[in-house]
């Protein structure tokens, strides 16, 4: 088990910033569009909800994008079922993640319900029966390898590859490409070269897209299939 947890500074009293990385945890501008443009735009969805639909990320941070993800599976009709697997070395307190989601009242339930789950315990935590979510403690480098399932859409996140190169280096992006379904996709708001390089290198279809607001670009992929 990791117990470690995030070290939090706020900026204005509501952006929660990680004194480890010196980055913050969302868009200071509009977090939840930047959210929805980048990983659910970015990897076609709604759209392509449906059936046994998984998501998997790194770094769950606030859980902003597995709120935004939920909310957006339910307005598309809550098809089949979602299970979205995080892997976070630093997890947040309950308590914090609740000062930072309150910074979004439109996800309203939705952060109130994550946030009881995450008092609850260690999980996997089911939603309606549908949705699971599964936040799996540690430094990716060494978790992710030994999971065995496979997205259908990679949420590729945590802090700049500047700020923290351990989650953007090159064998972890190749677990990352076989860690997805054939015709799965990612979409990450980096464009740093480095990055696409060692995704094309893993064998994934990468562009270059744009990005949300002032980024000009961002990353997706896909794995042929």
């Known amino acids: 088990m990791n117990d470690q947890q ?3 500074d706020w900026r204005d009293d509501r952006v929660p910033v990680s004194t480890r990385f010196d980055d913050p945890y969302f868009s200071i501008h509009d977090g939840l569009a930047e959210t929805r443009h980048v990983f659910l735009a970015g990897n076609g969805l709604p759209d392509r909800f449906g059936a046994k639909f998984r998501i998997m990320e790194t770094g769950f941070g606030t859980g902003l994008n597995f709120l ?3 909310q957006a ?6 098809r089949g079922t979602l299970r979205f697997t995080s892997f976070e070395a630093y997890p947040m307190s309950p308590g914090d993640t609740a000062r ?3 910074a979004f009242p439109e996800l309203g339930g939705h952060a109130g319900r994550l946030v009881a789950a995450l008092q609850s315990g260690a999980g996997p935590h ?3 029966g549908a949705v699971t979510l599964e936040i ?3 430094d990716a480098r060494e978790t992710l390898p030994m999971h065995r399932d496979l997205a259908d859409a990679w949420f590729l996140d945590g802090f700049a590859p500047a700020k923290n190169p351990e989650l953007w280096g090159d064998t972890l992006m190749a677990q990352v490409a076989a860690h997805m379904a054939p015709g799965g996709t990612l979409a990450s708001y980096t464009a740093a070269g480095h990055v696409r390089r060692a995704l094309a290198a893993a ?3 990468v562009t270059r897209a744009p990005g949300y607001g002032r980024k000009r670009h961002m990353t997706v992929a896909r ?3």
Do not use: K
Not at 73 to 78: C, K
């Open 6 to 8: 995030a070290d939090i």
């Open 68 to 70: 935004t993800a939920w």
């Open 73 to 78: 599976w339910e307005a598309a009709g809550g």
């Open 100 to 102: 930072a989601l309150s």
């Open 126 to 128: 089911v939603f309606d």
């Open 136 to 138: 799996v403690p540690g």
């Open 203 to 205: 064998g994934l279809e």
């Open 223 to 225: 794995r042929p299939g």
